[in-house]
Protein backbone atom coordinates (compact mmCIF):
# COMPACT_ATOMS: atom_id res chain seq x y z
CA UNK A 1 0.00 0.00 0.00
CA UNK A 2 1.09 3.47 -0.77
CA UNK A 3 2.57 5.40 2.11
CA UNK A 4 0.80 8.60 0.88
CA UNK A 5 -1.80 9.14 -1.13
CA UNK A 6 -1.46 11.53 -4.67
CA UNK A 7 1.25 9.12 -6.41
CA UNK A 8 -0.17 9.42 -9.94
CA UNK A 9 2.75 7.54 -11.78
CA UNK A 10 2.35 4.91 -9.37
CA UNK A 11 -1.60 4.57 -10.48
CA UNK A 12 -0.54 4.62 -14.23
CA UNK A 13 1.83 1.76 -13.88
CA UNK A 14 -0.71 -0.06 -11.91
CA UNK A 15 -3.98 0.86 -14.27
CA UNK A 16 -2.88 2.81 -17.23
CA UNK A 17 -3.90 6.78 -17.97
CA UNK A 18 -7.16 7.49 -17.78
CA UNK A 19 -8.66 8.99 -21.03
CA UNK A 20 -10.15 12.40 -18.80
CA UNK A 21 -6.81 12.51 -16.75
CA UNK A 22 -7.20 11.32 -12.96
CA UNK A 23 -9.64 12.02 -10.57
CA UNK A 24 -7.74 12.12 -7.12
CA UNK A 25 -9.45 12.18 -3.97
CA UNK A 26 -6.55 10.82 -2.33
CA UNK A 27 -4.47 13.43 -1.56
CA UNK A 28 -6.31 16.43 0.03
CA UNK A 29 -5.42 19.45 -1.68
CA UNK A 30 -8.01 22.81 -2.49
CA UNK A 31 -9.92 21.45 -5.26
CA UNK A 32 -9.85 25.20 -6.74
CA UNK A 33 -6.69 24.89 -7.47
CA UNK A 34 -3.50 26.77 -7.33
CA UNK A 35 -4.71 30.71 -7.86
CA UNK A 36 -3.93 32.76 -11.03
CA UNK A 37 -1.32 35.14 -9.54
CA UNK A 38 0.56 32.20 -8.10
CA UNK A 39 0.75 31.26 -11.75
CA UNK A 40 2.33 34.59 -12.28
CA UNK A 41 4.55 35.12 -10.08
CA UNK A 42 6.01 31.60 -10.66
CA UNK A 43 5.93 32.91 -14.86
CA UNK A 44 7.68 35.62 -13.38
CA UNK A 45 10.57 33.82 -11.66
CA UNK A 46 10.86 31.59 -14.77
CA UNK A 47 11.37 34.34 -17.12
CA UNK A 48 14.37 35.73 -14.87
CA UNK A 49 15.21 34.15 -11.72
CA UNK A 50 16.51 30.55 -12.57
CA UNK A 51 20.02 31.41 -13.65
CA UNK A 52 20.27 32.95 -10.07
CA UNK A 53 20.47 30.49 -6.75
CA UNK A 54 17.11 31.31 -4.60
CA UNK A 55 17.47 34.00 -1.31
CA UNK A 56 19.03 31.21 1.27
CA UNK A 57 16.98 32.70 3.85
CA UNK A 58 14.05 33.75 2.34
CA UNK A 59 14.23 36.70 4.10
CA UNK A 60 10.91 38.56 2.15
CA UNK A 61 8.84 35.42 2.46
CA UNK A 62 10.16 34.79 6.17
CA UNK A 63 9.20 38.76 6.44
CA UNK A 64 5.56 38.46 4.77
CA UNK A 65 4.62 35.29 7.38
CA UNK A 66 5.89 36.97 10.51
CA UNK A 67 3.62 39.71 9.74
CA UNK A 68 0.96 37.12 8.85
CA UNK A 69 0.87 35.80 11.78
CA UNK A 70 2.28 38.63 14.25
CA UNK A 71 5.37 37.23 15.09
CA UNK A 72 8.48 37.96 14.64
CA UNK A 73 10.98 36.96 11.88
CA UNK A 74 13.17 35.15 13.73
CA UNK A 75 9.77 33.13 14.76
CA UNK A 76 9.65 31.60 11.28
CA UNK A 77 11.72 29.30 9.28
CA UNK A 78 10.72 28.37 5.64
CA UNK A 79 11.50 25.03 4.42
CA UNK A 80 11.01 22.70 1.54
CA UNK A 81 7.29 21.33 2.25
CA UNK A 82 5.63 20.77 6.21
CA UNK A 83 7.42 17.10 5.88
CA UNK A 84 11.27 19.30 6.10
CA UNK A 85 9.86 21.09 8.98
CA UNK A 86 8.86 17.70 10.87
CA UNK A 87 11.71 16.24 10.23
CA UNK A 88 13.80 19.12 11.43
CA UNK A 89 11.50 19.88 14.46
CA UNK A 90 12.21 15.75 15.92
CA UNK A 91 15.65 16.74 15.39
CA UNK A 92 16.48 19.58 17.85
CA UNK A 93 14.69 18.22 20.32
CA UNK A 94 16.89 15.61 22.77
CA UNK A 95 15.50 12.24 22.66
CA UNK A 96 13.14 11.01 24.59
CA UNK A 97 9.82 9.72 24.48
CA UNK A 98 7.09 11.12 22.62
CA UNK A 99 3.61 10.70 22.79
CA UNK A 100 1.18 9.94 19.68
CA UNK A 101 -2.07 10.50 19.41
CA UNK A 102 -2.99 7.65 16.12
CA UNK A 103 -4.12 6.99 13.75
CA UNK A 104 -2.12 9.75 12.00
CA UNK A 105 -0.12 11.03 9.44
CA UNK A 106 2.65 8.45 9.42
CA UNK A 107 5.75 11.18 8.90
CA UNK A 108 5.38 12.02 12.33
CA UNK A 109 6.35 7.97 13.38
CA UNK A 110 8.41 7.38 10.68
CA UNK A 111 10.59 10.94 11.24
CA UNK A 112 10.48 10.35 15.48
CA UNK A 113 11.94 6.86 14.85
CA UNK A 114 14.65 8.36 12.33
CA UNK A 115 16.03 10.55 15.18
CA UNK A 116 15.74 8.03 17.95
CA UNK A 117 12.26 9.04 19.80
CA UNK A 118 10.83 6.61 21.45
CA UNK A 119 7.10 6.55 20.96
CA UNK A 120 4.33 5.31 23.29
CA UNK A 121 0.60 5.70 20.74
CA UNK A 122 -2.20 6.98 22.31
CA UNK A 123 -5.17 5.29 20.08
CA UNK A 124 -8.72 7.69 19.33
CA UNK A 125 -11.17 5.69 19.04
CA UNK A 126 -13.93 5.53 16.37
CA UNK A 127 -17.04 5.74 18.59
CA UNK A 128 -15.89 9.33 20.12
CA UNK A 129 -15.83 9.75 16.80
CA UNK A 130 -11.82 10.00 17.03
CA UNK A 131 -11.70 12.54 18.89
CA UNK A 132 -8.55 12.30 21.74
CA UNK A 133 -9.67 11.86 25.36
CA UNK A 134 -7.93 15.31 25.87
CA UNK A 135 -7.86 15.02 30.19
CA UNK A 136 -5.98 11.17 29.11
CA UNK A 137 -3.57 12.76 26.86
CA UNK A 138 -3.02 15.18 29.59
CA UNK A 139 -2.22 12.68 32.22
CA UNK A 140 0.01 10.30 29.70
CA UNK A 141 2.05 13.58 29.09
CA UNK A 142 3.35 13.02 32.86
CA UNK A 143 5.70 10.57 31.80
CA UNK A 144 6.88 11.37 28.10
CA UNK A 145 8.91 14.11 27.11
CA UNK A 146 6.75 15.51 24.32
CA UNK A 147 3.52 15.06 21.98
CA UNK A 148 3.43 15.00 18.24
CA UNK A 149 -0.44 16.52 17.32
CA UNK A 150 -1.96 16.75 13.74
CA UNK A 151 -4.28 19.67 13.75
CA UNK A 152 -6.80 18.65 12.20
CA UNK A 153 -5.73 15.42 12.06
CA UNK A 154 -5.03 13.29 8.97
CA UNK A 155 -6.60 10.87 8.28
CA UNK A 156 -9.40 11.27 10.79
CA UNK A 157 -10.33 14.96 10.24
CA UNK A 158 -10.81 15.80 13.98
CA UNK A 159 -9.43 19.20 15.67
CA UNK A 160 -8.40 19.84 18.72
CA UNK A 161 -9.56 23.18 19.90
CA UNK A 162 -7.20 26.31 21.25
CA UNK A 163 -8.23 26.58 24.32
CA UNK A 164 -7.28 22.64 25.16
CA UNK A 165 -3.94 22.59 23.05
CA UNK A 166 -3.03 25.17 25.33
CA UNK A 167 -3.75 23.17 28.47
CA UNK A 168 -1.54 20.35 26.88
CA UNK A 169 1.43 22.70 26.22
CA UNK A 170 1.15 24.21 29.52
CA UNK A 171 2.40 20.67 30.79
CA UNK A 172 5.62 22.49 29.62
CA UNK A 173 6.57 19.51 27.43
CA UNK A 174 8.31 19.41 23.78
CA UNK A 175 5.22 20.05 21.53
CA UNK A 176 4.88 19.72 17.75
CA UNK A 177 1.26 20.94 16.53
CA UNK A 178 1.50 20.12 12.08
CA UNK A 179 -0.99 23.06 11.52
CA UNK A 180 -0.90 21.89 7.76
CA UNK A 181 -4.25 21.81 7.16
CA UNK A 182 -5.72 24.44 9.59
CA UNK A 183 -6.36 27.21 6.32
CA UNK A 184 -8.53 24.38 5.01
CA UNK A 185 -11.00 24.51 8.48
CA UNK A 186 -13.86 27.32 8.67
CA UNK A 187 -12.36 28.77 11.92
CA UNK A 188 -8.58 29.20 10.59
CA UNK A 189 -6.84 31.04 12.89
CA UNK A 190 -8.96 30.94 15.67
CA UNK A 191 -7.72 27.80 16.39
CA UNK A 192 -3.66 28.02 15.34
CA UNK A 193 -1.08 27.96 18.20
CA UNK A 194 0.96 30.51 16.22
CA UNK A 195 0.52 33.33 17.83
CA UNK A 196 2.00 31.59 21.14
CA UNK A 197 5.22 30.39 20.49
CA UNK A 198 6.92 32.85 22.02
CA UNK A 199 5.28 31.91 25.25
CA UNK A 200 5.97 28.13 25.27
CA UNK A 201 9.63 28.01 24.07
CA UNK A 202 8.95 24.20 24.18
CA UNK A 203 6.07 24.72 21.16
CA UNK A 204 7.07 24.16 17.26
CA UNK A 205 4.53 24.84 14.97
CA UNK A 206 4.50 23.08 11.21
CA UNK A 207 2.54 25.20 8.73
CA UNK A 208 2.06 24.25 4.86
CA UNK A 209 0.87 26.39 1.63
CA UNK A 210 0.66 22.47 -0.05
CA UNK A 211 -3.02 21.62 0.79
CA UNK A 212 -4.99 25.93 1.18
CA UNK A 213 -3.23 26.67 -1.96
CA UNK A 214 -3.20 23.44 -3.96
CA UNK A 215 0.62 23.59 -4.47
CA UNK A 216 2.44 20.29 -3.31
CA UNK A 217 4.28 20.33 -6.45
CA UNK A 218 6.27 22.82 -5.26
CA UNK A 219 6.87 22.05 -1.55
CA UNK A 220 6.31 25.12 0.50
CA UNK A 221 5.99 25.06 4.10
CA UNK A 222 7.36 26.73 7.32
CA UNK A 223 7.56 26.39 11.49
CA UNK A 224 6.11 29.07 13.48
CA UNK A 225 8.86 28.75 16.85
CA UNK A 226 10.97 30.39 19.51
CA UNK A 227 14.09 31.97 17.93
CA UNK A 228 16.32 29.59 19.69
CA UNK A 229 14.48 26.32 18.74
CA UNK A 230 14.75 27.40 14.88
CA UNK A 231 18.15 28.60 15.01
CA UNK A 232 19.24 25.08 15.87
CA UNK A 233 16.32 23.61 13.13
CA UNK A 234 18.59 25.83 10.71
CA UNK A 235 21.85 24.47 11.19
CA UNK A 236 20.35 21.05 9.89
CA UNK A 237 18.74 22.64 7.28
CA UNK A 238 20.32 21.77 3.56
CA UNK A 239 20.93 24.93 2.16
CA UNK A 240 18.58 26.48 -0.82
CA UNK A 241 15.69 24.25 0.70
CA UNK A 242 13.10 26.72 -0.76
CA UNK A 243 13.65 27.78 -4.34
CA UNK A 244 12.79 30.43 -6.17
CA UNK A 245 9.20 29.76 -6.94
CA UNK A 246 8.34 28.45 -3.83
CA UNK A 247 9.37 32.30 -2.29
CA UNK A 248 7.91 34.01 -4.75
CA UNK A 249 4.53 31.94 -4.45
CA UNK A 250 4.43 32.13 -0.69
CA UNK A 251 5.22 36.20 -0.72
CA UNK A 252 1.84 37.04 -2.55
CA UNK A 253 0.11 34.66 0.04
CA UNK A 254 -1.58 38.05 1.80
CA UNK A 255 -3.21 38.89 -1.79
CA UNK A 256 -5.43 36.28 -2.20
CA UNK A 257 -8.23 37.62 -0.09
CA UNK A 258 -10.92 36.10 -2.92
CA UNK A 259 -8.86 32.75 -3.15
CA UNK A 260 -9.61 32.68 0.46
CA UNK A 261 -12.85 33.77 1.12
CA UNK A 262 -13.85 31.42 -1.90
CA UNK A 263 -11.95 28.49 -0.12
CA UNK A 264 -14.13 29.25 2.42
CA UNK A 265 -17.25 29.53 0.51
CA UNK A 266 -16.73 25.78 -0.36
CA UNK A 267 -15.50 24.53 2.89
CA UNK A 268 -18.63 26.13 4.69
CA UNK A 269 -21.12 23.88 2.19
CA UNK A 270 -18.91 20.85 0.60
CA UNK A 271 -16.72 19.13 3.01
CA UNK A 272 -20.59 18.45 5.28
CA UNK A 273 -22.35 17.58 1.28
CA UNK A 274 -19.87 15.07 0.79
CA UNK A 275 -19.96 13.22 4.73
CA UNK A 276 -23.87 13.13 4.49
CA UNK A 277 -23.94 11.46 1.15
CA UNK A 278 -21.39 9.20 1.99
CA UNK A 279 -23.30 8.12 4.68
CA UNK A 280 -26.65 7.57 2.84
CA UNK A 281 -24.18 4.72 0.68
CA UNK A 282 -25.16 0.97 2.08
CA UNK A 283 -22.16 -0.43 4.00
CA UNK A 284 -20.06 2.59 4.54
CA UNK A 285 -19.40 4.76 7.51
CA UNK A 286 -17.88 7.76 7.23
CA UNK A 287 -16.79 10.32 10.19
CA UNK A 288 -17.50 13.57 10.55
CA UNK A 289 -15.24 16.09 8.80
CA UNK A 290 -13.53 19.33 10.15
CA UNK A 291 -11.49 19.88 7.15
CA UNK A 292 -11.15 19.06 3.33
CA UNK A 293 -11.15 15.20 3.65
CA UNK A 294 -13.23 11.96 5.08
CA UNK A 295 -12.42 9.32 6.72
CA UNK A 296 -14.85 6.13 5.80
CA UNK A 297 -14.65 2.60 6.82
CA UNK A 298 -16.62 -0.17 4.81
CA UNK A 299 -18.18 -2.81 6.15
CA UNK A 300 -15.34 -5.45 5.00
CA UNK A 301 -11.96 -4.64 3.21
CA UNK A 302 -12.09 -1.57 0.72
CA UNK A 303 -9.30 -2.61 -1.73
CA UNK A 304 -11.98 -3.38 -4.27
CA UNK A 305 -13.63 -0.37 -4.15
CA UNK A 306 -10.32 1.43 -4.34
CA UNK A 307 -9.77 -1.03 -7.40
CA UNK A 308 -12.98 -0.57 -9.32
CA UNK A 309 -12.53 3.22 -8.59
CA UNK A 310 -9.03 3.55 -10.00
CA UNK A 311 -10.02 1.07 -13.13
CA UNK A 312 -12.20 4.57 -13.60
CA UNK A 313 -9.90 7.09 -13.31
CA UNK A 314 -11.00 7.81 -9.90
CA UNK A 315 -8.27 7.61 -6.84
CA UNK A 316 -8.78 7.43 -3.02
CA UNK A 317 -6.88 6.71 -0.46
CA UNK A 318 -7.18 3.29 1.34
CA UNK A 319 -6.05 3.66 5.03
CA UNK A 320 -5.12 0.32 6.70
CA UNK A 321 -1.77 1.45 6.45
CA UNK A 322 -2.08 4.51 9.74
CA UNK A 323 -1.59 2.78 12.62
CA UNK A 324 -4.83 1.96 14.25
CA UNK A 325 -6.47 1.45 11.11
CA UNK A 326 -7.34 -1.66 9.24
CA UNK A 327 -8.22 -2.90 5.50
CA UNK A 328 -11.90 -1.93 5.99
CA UNK A 329 -11.08 1.93 5.89
CA UNK A 330 -10.25 4.44 3.71
CA UNK A 331 -9.99 8.16 2.85
CA UNK A 332 -11.39 10.29 0.40
CA UNK A 333 -10.55 14.33 -0.05
CA UNK A 334 -13.34 16.30 -0.79
CA UNK A 335 -13.58 18.08 -4.02
CA UNK A 336 -15.60 20.65 -6.12
CA UNK A 337 -20.06 19.09 -6.38
CA UNK A 338 -19.60 17.96 -9.85
CA UNK A 339 -16.71 16.15 -8.88
CA UNK A 340 -18.02 14.37 -5.44
CA UNK A 341 -20.63 13.37 -7.17
CA UNK A 342 -18.79 11.77 -9.53
CA UNK A 343 -16.78 9.81 -6.72
CA UNK A 344 -20.45 9.01 -5.20
CA UNK A 345 -21.92 7.40 -7.93
CA UNK A 346 -18.69 5.36 -8.67
CA UNK A 347 -19.08 4.36 -5.44
CA UNK A 348 -22.18 3.60 -5.34
CA UNK A 349 -22.27 1.15 -8.77
CA UNK A 350 -18.52 -0.38 -7.33
CA UNK A 351 -20.33 -0.76 -3.83
C1 LIG B 1 -1.00 16.23 8.26
C2 LIG B 1 0.03 16.45 7.20
N1 LIG B 1 1.07 17.24 7.47
C3 LIG B 1 2.02 17.46 6.55
C4 LIG B 1 1.95 16.90 5.31
C5 LIG B 1 3.04 17.14 4.32
O1 LIG B 1 2.89 18.39 3.76
P1 LIG B 1 3.93 18.90 2.66
O2 LIG B 1 3.48 18.35 1.35
O3 LIG B 1 3.82 20.39 2.76
O4 LIG B 1 5.27 18.41 3.02
C6 LIG B 1 0.89 16.08 4.97
C7 LIG B 1 0.80 15.48 3.63
O5 LIG B 1 -0.02 14.68 3.34
C8 LIG B 1 -0.10 15.85 5.96
O6 LIG B 1 -1.14 15.06 5.70
Known amino acids: MEPHGGNLRR???RYGLPAGGW?????????LGPPAVLKQALQQVVE????????????NLQQVLAHHHGLKPENVLCGNGASQLLWLALAVWPKGRLLLPVPSFSEYERNARLWGHELEFFPARESEQFNFDLEELYRRLAHCSGLILGNPNNPTSTLVPKSDLIHLASRGKYMLVDEAFLDLTLDQEANSLAPLVNDFPNLIVVRAFTKSLAIPGLRLGYALAHETTLEAMKELQVPWSVNSGAQAVGEVFPLLTKYRE???????????YLWQQLNLLPGIKANPPITNFILCRYKKSAAHLAHALAKKGILIRLAGNFRGLDDRYFRVAVRLREENKRLLAALKKAL
Request: hydrophobic share 30%.
Open 23 to 31: LDFSANINP
Open 262 to 272: NTRAWLASEPD
Open 48 to 59: TKLQHYPDPESK
Open 11 to 13: AKE
